[in-house]
């Protein structure tokens, strides 16, 4: 299990209708149902025009999606599909087919009046949709890097309010490549210290990471932010 840091004071939200919670929650038993069905509210909240819809292959290559349902399932393609067929049949969703420039392409709508109206538009040909390609990627099992938080557990100790604080600014200034290798270094020391391992970033972006993406990185971090920073007094000019 990941360790989650918690939610920020300012982000965005997803809406989601109140009868998911009274009419659809309860009677989902199947968990990669429940991703499935929460990650397409996700994804229509997100586009904009007429008809929103989510195609299986926008799904089918979706890393994030993918490697959560590969929690629950060996084969991550064929529990999407059997996800899609459990929330159509029960009338989360609505299913049409439709001819893109790449043949047959599976289409799901959430299912309102709206959406119900527009596919009954496409299939009597009042409304045509424009464009539609969906590239289907094969799916790739992908082995995940363990985040900031994960690391200091593993190699340093246990979390404080403080040290957590300090991990969230460092995972935003720092590219995730720097930050495993920084506490690869320090364990390899022996030093198994937050200073030490912020020592170690401040430095290389400060003075440039020699490891061939020192040069693509360091243009892209402001230095004023460390020199300027709550760090400033460690770091030289």
Same mark, same amino acid.
């Given at each position: ?20 919670? @009274? ?45 959560? !349902? /590969?929690?629950? @399932?060996? @084969? ?25 420039? /790449? ?21 009597? %040909? ?29 190699? !340093? ?8 604080? *300090? ?29 030490? !391992? ?9 003075? %440039?990471? *020699? ?9 892209? !971090? ?6 300027? %920073?709550?760090? %400033? ?5």
């Amino acid at each position: 299990m990941k360790n989650f840091a918690g939610f920020p004071a300012k982000m965005r939200f997803t809406p989601l209708p109140n009868l998911f919670f @009274s009419a659809l929650l309860p009677d989902i038993e199947d968990l990669a149902e429940l991703k499935v069905t929460l990650h397409i509210f996700w994804t229509l909240y997100q586009k904009r025009g007429y008809p929103k819809y989510v195609a299986y292959g926008e799904l089918a290559g979706d890393k994030t999606l993918m490697a959560g !349902i /590969s929690h629950v @399932s060996s @084969s991550p393609p064929e529990a999407l599909r059997l996800a899609l067929e459990q929330a159509t049949a029960r009338g989360t969703l609505l299913h049409a087919t439709m001819e893109g420039e /790449s043949g047959g392409e599976d289409l799901y709508f959430l299912n309102t009046g709206e959406s119900r109206e527009a596919i009954a538009k496409l299939k009597n %040909g009042q409304l045509v949709l424009q464009g539609l390609s969906v590239k289907k990627e094969p799916y790739e099992a992908i082995e995940e890097s363990p985040n900031i938080f994960t690391l200091y557990e593993q190699n !340093i100790g246990m979390l404080t309010p403080l040290i957590a604080e *300090e991990l969230r600014e460092a995972e935003k200034l720092y590219p995730a490549s720097w930050v495993e290798e920084a506490f690869r270094e320090a364990t390899s020391l022996n030093r198994r210290s937050w200073r030490y !391992i912020q020592r170690i970033l401040e430095r290389w972006a400060a003075e %440039g990471k *020699e490891d061939g993406t020192a040069g693509r990185y360091t243009k892209e !971090i402001d230095r004023d932010k460390y020199i300027k %920073g709550r760090y %400033g007094h460690i770091v030289q000019r």
